[in-house]
T-cell receptor
Framework: AQTVTQSQPEMSVQEAETVTLSCTYD???????LFWYKQPPSRQMILVIR??????QNATENRFSVNFQKAAKSFSLKISDSQLGDTAMYFC?????????????FGTGTRLQVFP | EAQVTQNPRYLITVTGKKLTVTCSQN?????MSWYRQDPGLGLRQIYY???????DKGDVPEGYKVSRKEKRNFPLILESPSPNQTSLYFC????????????FGDGTRLSIL
């Protein structure tokens, strides 16, 4: 079965510092997609970043970047120059589009607190 | 404005009283999905639909029903709600195949007494 594991239930970081959230997954497939979603206190789900497994280059979106290690099945999120608005729950998610299954599997989340 | 609309946003009800949470999207997306969010468990997929009249079970389908009669609508039905279905529910949509980011609704907080 495919699983997504986020081993850090909570993390904190000081404003302007860098923090890394970890995510590992388990799959026997070769082609899949990985996502990081952010859920601020407003409870909206907002896409942070997306990675295609067949692309070796790590995805980057402004202050957000990933370290994608396919062999290790690891997909960590790095937030640089942390801002107070980054305070949120962060969910890692895995999608494997297969001919008979299109499930999106989420990890349990990491609650990030950014302190002034 | 592109959006996924869920109703109601909040609902308190009693065990056994049938309820429906509606979900509508205006982006002509083929893929729609329902999730429940519980503390410590993250989001878990309940049901998903690849297109009109095509639905499939997610990881936690027990106690729920869905239908997809029109492309834009994907209601979630609880025929006989129980307290263990108290949760935060999200509807989402995306183009098919769903390797693109999901567009989420604002969530429905459901409390079953």
């Amino acid at each position: 079965a495919q699983t997504v594991t986020q081993s850090q239930p909570e993390m904190s970081v000081q404003e302007a510092e860098t923090v890394t959230l970890s995510c590992t997954y388990d799959t026997s497939e070769n082609n899949y997609y990985l996502f990081w979603y952010k859920q601020p206190p407003s409870r909206q789900m907002i896409l942070v970043i997306r990675q295609e497994a067949y692309k070796q280059q790590n995805a980057t979106e402004n202050r957000f970047s990933v370290n994608f290690q396919k062999a290790a099945k690891s997909f960590s999120l790095k937030i640089s120059d942390s801002q107070l608005g980054d305070t949120a729950m962060y969910f890692c998610a895995f999608m494997n589009h297969h001919y008979n299954t299109d499930k999106l599997i989420f990890g349990t989340g990491t609650r990030l607190q950014v302190f002034p | 404005e592109a959006q996924v609309t869920q109703n109601p946003r909040y609902l308190i009800t009693v065990t056994g009283k049938k309820l429906t949470v509606t979900c509508s999207q205006n982006m002509n997306h083929e893929y729609m999905s329902w999730y429940r969010q519980d503390p410590g468990l993250g989001l878990r997929q309940i049901y998903y639909s690849m297109n009109v009249e095509v639905t499939d079970k997610g990881d936690v389908p027990e106690g729920y029903k869905v239908s997809r009669k029109e492309k834009r609508n994907f209601p979630l039905i609880l025929e006989s709600p129980s307290p263990n279905q108290t949760s935060l529910y999200f509807c989402a949509s995306s183009p098919y195949p769903p390797d693109q980011p999901q567009h989420f609704g604002d969530g429905t907080r459901l409390s079953i007494l």
